[in-house]
């Protein structure tokens, strides 16, 4: 009985290492253009955001080293006010800042912004959750005096 031949892991036009194999995954080569191999990618400048919640729910955290700014909390509708008139979310960078920085930004704080917008997100996602259990006993109270 024959075995089923694997496809081989790179197309034959590939270049090959000077060795004459094909490079590996593990090395990184001939990945493409704007490819990162490593095993770890660190940049000091994240910041932790529990901040988020503890402003939101009134709570004290432990002061921390690297602590990410907090912006004033914006409800639902401040938030879609805001990004209708700039273009872009509250704890994210816009356009325009980031010209003025030279269309530079570090993981870190790139890193920090998107875990406050999904903190943010999450937020918005409790206060809809509260607005429509709300809305969803009145229409139980209309329909029971009916």
Same mark, same amino acid.
């Given at each position: 009985?024959?075995?089923?031949?694997?496809?081989?892991?790179?197309?034959?036009?590939?270049?090959? !290492?000077?060795? +004459?194999?094909?490079?590996?995954?593990?090395?990184? %080569?001939?990945?493409?253009?704007?490819? #990162?191999?490593?095993?770890?990618?660190?940049?000091? +400048?994240?910041?932790?955001?529990?901040? &988020?919640?503890?402003? @939101?729910?009134?709570? *004290?955290?432990?002061?921390?080293k $690297?602590?990410a700014?907090?912006?004033?909390?914006?409800?639902? &509708? *401040? !938030?879609?006010?805001?990004?209708?008139?700039?273009? @872009?979310?509250?704890?994210?960078?816009? %356009?325009?800042?980031?010209? $003025?920085?030279?269309?530079t930004?570090?993981?870190?704080?790139? !890193?920090?912004?998107?875990?406050? !917008? #999904?903190?943010?997100?999450?937020? @918005?996602?409790?206060?809809?959750?509260?607005? #429509?259990?709300?809305?969803?006993? $009145?229409?139980?109270? %209309?329909?029971?005096?009916?």
């Amino acid at each position: 009985m024959r075995r089923a031949r694997c496809p081989p892991a790179w197309p034959p036009d590939r270049a090959r !290492t000077r060795a +004459g194999r094909r490079p590996s995954l593990r090395n990184g %080569l001939s990945q493409g253009a704007g490819t #990162i191999n490593a095993k770890g990618l660190f940049d000091d +400048g994240v910041g932790v955001s529990d901040a &988020e919640f503890a402003q @939101h729910y009134g709570k *004290e955290l432990e002061p921390v080293k $690297k602590a990410a700014a907090v912006k004033p909390y914006m409800n639902f &509708e *401040e !938030t879609r006010a805001f990004v209708q008139d700039s273009l @872009h979310l509250p704890t994210m960078i816009g %356009l325009k800042e980031w010209k $003025k920085r030279g269309e530079t930004i570090s993981l870190g704080e790139l !890193t920090t912004q998107l875990w406050q !917008t #999904i903190e943010r997100q999450h937020l @918005h996602m409790t206060e809809m959750a509260d607005k #429509i259990a709300a809305l969803e006993q $009145k229409l139980k109270t %209309l329909e029971a005096k009916q």
